[in-house]
C-alpha cells in the first residue's frame, strides 16, 4: 500500500539555523500538507498546497517558513532561522482530489 | 475559531468491554476522519464520514457521523489491548476540490488491560 514517506525521522539543531523537512507523498497525490504537533499537544495545520503553489496557510506559518514541490516526487518545508518554540513533530500529509488525508511517520524537530 | 473537543480525554478499560468516544464541535464539517497514533508515529487513518448520520464499520469499531455533521463518535466493541491508542478526530471543510486542512481534536487516549 502506498505510503507517505519523510526523512528525516530525526533533526536536531542550533537556534537560528535552517532546516529543511523532506517528504515524498503518495504518487498520484495532488494535495500537500504540513503539520505541527508540539509535544503533548495537538496537530495543527501549517500550510497546504497544490499546483505549485500554497492554497492555505495558518497564522503559524510566518515568513520564516516556506515550502516548495522541487521536483515530481518531493515536498520540502524549510525553516530559515530556527526557534527553540519550533521545536515539535512535523508531518507531511497528501490527497487526491476529494479524498482523504494521509499523513507521514513524522519528523520529530530538535531546536537547541 | 473552529474547535473539535473530544471526550473523555482518558479512558482505561478492561479487555471485553465496550466503550464510546465522541467528538464534538459547534462548527459543521463536509467530512470527519478519524485517526489513531501511536507515541512518537504519525497519524493512521481509520475512517473517513461524509454523510451526516452515516454509520461505518471497521471489524469491532463502529463510527458514526452527526445529522448536522458537527459531531462523530466512534464505538469499541470487545476491545482488546490491540486497540490501546491516542485516537484523534479531524473535521474538514471541503475546499474546491480538496478537503482544505484539517482541524484536529486533542484525542483520547485509551488504555484496554489484558
Known amino acids: 500500500e502506498p505510503e507517505v514517506t519523510q526523512t528525516p525521522s530525526h533533526q536536531v539543531t542550533q537556534m537560528g539555523q535552517e532546516v529543511i523537512l523532506r517528504c515524498v507523498p503518495i504518487s498520484n497525490h495532488l494535495y500537500f500538507y504540513w503539520y505541527r504537533q508540539i509535544l503533548g499537544q495537538k496537530v495543527e495545520f501549517l500550510v497546504s498546497?497544490?499546483?505549485?503553489?500554497?492554497?492555505?496557510k495558518s497564522e503559524i506559518f510566518d515568513d520564516q517558513f516556506s515550502v516548495e514541490r522541487p521536483d515530481g516526487s518531493n515536498f520540502t518545508l524549510k525553516i530559515r532561522s530556527t526557534k527553540l518554540e519550533d521545536s515539535a513533530m512535523y508531518f507531511c500529509?497528501?490527497?487526491?482530489?476529494?479524498?482523504?488525508?494521509?499523513f507521514g511517520p513524522g519528523t520529530r524537530l530538535l531546536v537547541l | 475559531t473552529q474547535l473539535l473537543e473530544q471526550s473523555p480525554q482518558f479512558l482505561s478499560i478492561q479487555e471485553g468491554e465496550n466503550l464510546t468516544v465522541y467528538c464534538n464541535s459547534s462548527?459543521?464539517?463536509?467530512?470527519l476522519q478519524w485517526y489513531r497514533q501511536e507515541p512518537g508515529e504519525g497519524p493512521v487513518l481509520l475512517v473517513t464520514?461524509?454523510?451526516?448520520?452515516e454509520v461505518k464499520k471497521l471489524k469491532r469499531l463502529t463510527f458514526q457521523f452527526g445529522d448536522a455533521r458537527k459531531d462523530s463518535s466512534l464505538h469499541i466493541t470487545a476491545a482488546q489491548p490491540g486497540d490501546t491508542g491516542l485516537y484523534l478526530c479531524a473535521g474538514a471543510r471541503f475546499r474546491g476540490g480538496s478537503q482544505g486542512n484539517l482541524i484536529f481534536g486533542k484525542g483520547t487516549k485509551l488504555s484496554v488491560k489484558p
Open positions: 462548527s459543521v464539517f463536509s467530512s
Open positions: 464520514v461524509v454523510t451526516g448520520g
Open positions: 500529509a497528501s490527497t487526491r482530489w476529494g479524498g482523504s488525508q494521509y
Open positions: 498546497f497544490y499546483n505549485n503553489e500554497i492554497s492555505e
